[in-house]
């Protein structure tokens, strides 16, 4: 079989390990791949404790923050120091995908034009929820991308109803060429795959699990009313809180509000961020149900992780995993309080049975599987 050439373009390669997870699955199917990565001064260190991909070439640009209000010169900034160092033989590469429709997008849009590689976009919330939001002189420019994009992925069914909706005009041609292909959790959550759980007895305290940052956008003060309100009808109730606050004033000032918030509530249990994924499987499987109300959200690996631990996991509706059909046993989107009840209700009743339909499910989203789709349908 001819080897595949690909080009990825990442500007977020610091704040995650998903793409070197996802880079390395692909190198098992045998795809020649260079990474483009691009950041801001000072991130070297993270990027040399990051670049260990064996046959994988990752090129790492700083780019001044400026440039992150205008993606178009930003693209070209780019190409035109790649082109001086002669680091890439663009005319090589049989494909070009970017995992951004705004920042990484523009890249592969300005080689599109010049060298005529074809390429793939991936559009996320970050993409309709700012830049596409707030930098209104790109609009048209952003819209150009979504044109001759080859391929579209979206990451969730519900992640596409928000592109169709966002691209008014566009949504016919996006349908036509939109792939939804989610993301893959870590092996070590398949590797420590629990057996179901048991039923749970009325008596017994049913256990929450909130993991993700203290932020505005993850509304923890409606989940917290909504465990409250369910202790003050008698049941019997526990809620440990993972995370931490994120930079920013704004964030700073939420984080404090929150930990006054907590403060008197016996039932609820904050043991900040974790970032040891043994301590996370840990705290997984001590509880029952995973909840996460957030405003926005692309996707949601916790979710999975969650599910592949053999709970349950509530999420609101329109919002993340939203729309995958083999997750409807599982996974409740909700959007009030006697939703949410309904939800915790059948969770409870059935709780055996939900906790072995979740890990089974969760097997659909391992990288193995997710580099398949890669491989056979974008490339």
Known sequence: METKKVLHVVNNFFGTYLYS???SALAKKKVDQTVIVFSRKGQETKFENRSEL???????????RVYRFHSKLQAKKIIRVLEMNKSINFKSFDKVIAHTLCANGSVAFELFKKYHIPFVVAIRNSDINFAYKYFYYLRKYYN????????????????EARVKDSFIGLSRLIVNKTYIIPNGINKVFFDNTPLPKSKIANDKTFKFIFIGDITFNKQ???LIHYVSKLKSEGVKTHLDIVGRKRRGMKNYIYYQLFLKHIKD???IEYHGFLNDKEKI??????NHCFIMLSRYETFGLVYIEALSQGLPVIYSKGQGIDGFESLKSVAYGIKSYEEFKKAFIEIRKQFNLKS???IKVANEFSWTRISEIYSNVLL
């Open 21 to 23: 997870e996802l880079f």
């Open 54 to 64: 064996p046959g994988i070439k990752i090129i790492n640009i700083n780019i001044k």
């Open 144 to 159: 150009r991308i979504v044109k001759n994009a080859e391929k579209i992925v979206c990451l969730s069914p519900a992640s």
């Open 220 to 222: 923890i003060f409606k």
């Open 265 to 267: 509530r016996l039932f």
């Open 281 to 286: 499987l840990q705290k997984l499987n001590e």
């Open 356 to 358: 072995e339909e979740a």
